[in-house]
């Protein structure tokens, strides 16, 4: 009876949970939205325009190889709306970014969503989640 | 003995994360009608939408109805969604063939349900609407006229609207190009498709957004979305942001064909 009693629990439990991460894809099929990565380095290009503000980062590996990551960010006016303007990044800043990965293993990520962050040098932080 | 305490804790770990899973539905739900009782006091005022509103959303673009939602195809329709390489969705995959990615205009109703707001504007004669996204916008005709017979089929159609009492908007469209998604997943639409939305301002700064969309040439019965909340955004200004064929390619370019390309680095 307690046997049959926890099977049972413990699929209603695993139903409600998994109805829970079954959110709306934002078009990003290409990363890996169950996890995120924390890079840092510093910024070589920040594009302000539509589709989605771009920036890009030199990145170190632990062999002292220097990466160039693509990170996709919001909109515009998304980005205004999470006080970005269209010099909150510069060349040359250090920063560090919370972002989803592409699946496959290129440089290349998304930081537009709930979780994804800039941190600066300075301790400052830019999100992109308010609507 | 010790295989019945291993079921009574699982029984018990079980029903924690299940009341824990549950009750993030139920603050969801709280917070909905939060947001329409609590959040304002204001009333709303009389025939009257004017400012700029946002989704409550995802945060991300959003389908007028989910996948389970949508009823059977005819043929036609049929032929056409699976024929859409989508990237939302189940059927989601890296590049494909939204025609967005080309700049053909979002349309209507999927432009409704971005993450990007929109602002009503009162004239004499009609309400403008205008898009954040793409920098597009739509008369609703209110001076009593009905649609158009035999409308020429337009990106985001031709619209009406009358008031039902002091604050619901009720807007009836037609007159649809057939080149748009209805919704990000890849959902087609005909010529003949009609769309009826409400806007339910029930106080100043929510509004009760209602839609739905009959097309018998697509759809074996009429589509109804979930009622959704639309804020007021005070002092706020739309963007302009149109769709720039050469940005979008040199996004293509540096994210979306090296994070879609099959080697990997």
Redesign the interface.
Known sequence: MMRKLATFTVWIAILLLAGGTARAHHGNSAYDEEHTITIAGTVTEFIWSNPHCQFFVDVKDDKGHVVNWAIESQSPGIMRRNNWTRTSLKPGDQISVTLNAAKNGAPVGFSGNQSGKVVFADGRVLKMDVR | MR??RL??L??WT??F??VL??S??ARSQADQQHAVSKTSVAPAPKHNLSGVW??????????FAPEEGMPPMTPWAQAKFDAAKP???SR???GGNDPILQCDPMGFPRVMLM???YEFVHTPTRVLQFF??EHEWRSIWTDGRSLPKEPDPTWYGYAIGHWEGDITFVVESTGFTDRTWIT?TGYPHSEAMRVTERYQRVDRDTILYNISVTDPMSYAKPITGPQRIMKLKPG?E??E????WS??N??TK???E????????
């Open positions: 295989r019945d079921y009574f699982t029984y079980a029903t994360a299940a899973a549950f993030s539905v946002q989704l409550r959303g995802t945060g991300g673009a959003e389908s990237g939302y969705g989601a995959a890296p993450p990007t707001p954040e996204r990000p706020a739309i963007d942001l149109p769709c720039v940005d979008e040199e996004f540096r994210i979306r090296p994070a879609a390309s099959k080697s990997a680095k």
